[in-house]
């Protein structure tokens, strides 16, 4: 990923605002960012939460955003009525595949178990090489703290490679994040797939 090519970022959030209003301005700086670079939101769908939060925020500044929600989601009547464009897709599956397609980046910021469910799953994906994207973590207010110290856990104790733990990008300002994003290039041979096509490559 060349620098200046990203065009839409998947931010990954809470359904809930959080306990502190911190939360709600690091969404709403993300959104301003985001604009700022002339950047859309690709997102969950939802009007409630944090994820509400950047999305209005979005479309408040002038950018585009784009929801991605399962059938199910929209019955119950969380689904944003005001975006650039909402996608109903049949399933959570299809849900993260589609917002993975739409997007040439990711970011989580905080939020709950779906959040990191999704931010793993796409770090996961990346260490794998199914995608050669740049995946950054917004922590603002070091609310991701103690998540980064159990990652260099993994590594300490042997379960995760330094360069992959490494493409997990953080930062605790959305402007700095998203410039990291931006000058983010996968390296060879850091993926699974790829060092195993280098091999193949080998007398």
């Not at 301003?32 to 950047?39: K, R, S, Y």
């Not at 784009?66 to 009525?81: C, D, F, K």
């Not at 060092?195 to 193949?200: D, G, L, N, S």
């Amino acid at each position: 990923m060349n620098k200046n090519k990203i065009k839409s970022l998947c931010v990954y959030c809470g359904s809930a605002v959080g306990a502190s209003p911190i939360y709600t301005e690091a969404a709403q700086s993300l959104a301003q960012t985001l604009v700022e670079n002339n950047i859309a939101l690709v997102y969950g769908g939802g009007h409630v939460g944090l994820m509400g939060k950047i999305a209005d925020a979005v479309l408040a500044a002038g950018g585009k955003v784009t929801g991605v929600i399962p059938q199910a989601l929209m019955v119950s009547e969380v689904s944003h009525e005001h975006l650039t464009e909402l996608i109903v897709v049949k399933d959570m599956h299809e849900r993260k595949a589609m917002m993975a397609e739409l997007s040439d980046g990711f970011i989580a910021m905080p939020g709950g178990i779906g959040t990191l469910e999704e931010l793993f799953e796409t770090l996961t994906w990346a260490q794998l090489g199914f995608h050669e994207k740049p995946v950054g973590l917004f922590n603002p207010a070091g609310f991701f703290d103690g998540l980064i110290d159990f990652i260099a856990h993994l590594v300490q104790q042997g379960f995760l490679k330094p360069e992959h733990a490494a493409l997990l990008i953080t930062d605790t300002h959305a402007a700095s994040l998203v410039q990291k994003l931006q000058q983010f290039d996968m390296q060879p041979g850091v993926s699974w797939l790829s060092r195993q096509a280098a091999r193949t490559l080998v007398p």
